[in-house]
């Protein structure tokens, strides 16, 4: 026996059949938002492309919505449809998932739901991040090998350094680091040794042969030294300072 009076399902029915016309007006009235025309028609012309890139996706888009009040409005015509029948067949006002009467108030606001208010779906939004993101995550994702202690080949990040050294849109005032002044230091790991693997092997040099070990003394190895971070045998004079 149906928890509803017949004066109950008598007004849900009644609000029922008005939503199904009102929906069924909206898709005819708007022959079905427009979506049996092709998007070229919309704008008048025989093809669209000579049409500037942004004026098409702006048709796109257009489209895009439309087909999402479409679908929208097919789903809930359906979910009334299904409820029409449940009235006929005596099942109405019975929850899908718990087997419970949903209470008429919530009938009344929506005449058409097949589930009380604790078994709803999606009562609230999924927190959820893009999954491109973890092919993203870290900075070039799997193609950024600086993560492992093994790493000394050829990455996405030493990609997009040999694009980068050829310009950006940035200037050194947008710069991420502090105290950037030229162009040159903006770069990702703008000090990065390049064409070798340990700094030390940019003033390290042989003969020929191979033999006569020697230390150039330039740019590279003044920094190195001031950084501290190289062996103090390769400078007799600081060694002993220590």
């Given at each position: ?6 004066q109950q ?58 087909i999402?009040?479409l ?15 449940a ?20 009938l009344s606001?929506l005449?058409?739901t ?13 927190f959820?991040?893009p ?10 994702g799997r193609?950024s ?14 990609a997009w ?20 002044d ?14 070798f ?9 042989t003969?020929?042969s ?13 920094h ?16 002993k300072?220590?």
């Open positions: 026996m149906s928890h509803l009076t017949p399902l008598s007004a849900l029915r009644t609000t029922l059949l008005q939503q199904r016309e009102e929906i069924k007006h909206r898709l005819s009235n708007n022959e079905q938002y427009g979506l049996q025309e092709a998007m070229r028609d919309n704008t008048g012309e025989l093809s669209e492309i000579d049409n500037h890139p942004g004026d098409a996706a702006t048709e796109l888009y257009h489209r895009s919505m439309d999402s009040l679908e929208r409005e097919e789903h809930e015509l359906d979910d009334i449809e299904a409820a029409l029948k009235m006929d067949e005596g099942t109405y006002g019975i929850c899908a998932a718990s087997g419970e009467p949903i209470p008429y108030e919530r606001a005449p058409a097949r589930f009380t208010k604790e078994q709803a779906p999606r009562q609230s939004a999924p959820t991040r999954a491109e993101e973890e092919l993203l995550s870290p900075p070039f193609t090998l600086d993560e492992r202690e093994e790493q000394n080949r050829f990455d996405g990040e030493d350094q040999i694009v980068e050294s050829w310009g950006n849109s940035d200037s050194p005032a947008m710069a991420e680091g502090n105290n950037i030229s162009y040159n230091d903006m770069e990702i790991e703008a000090d990065e040794t390049e064409g693997v340990e700094p030390w092997e940019n003033f390290v040099a003969d020929i191979g033999n006569h070990l020697m230390i150039i003394k330039g740019n590279s190895y003044r190195y030294m001031d950084d501290e971070e190289g062996d103090y045998l390769l400078d007799p004079t600081r060694n300072r220590r």
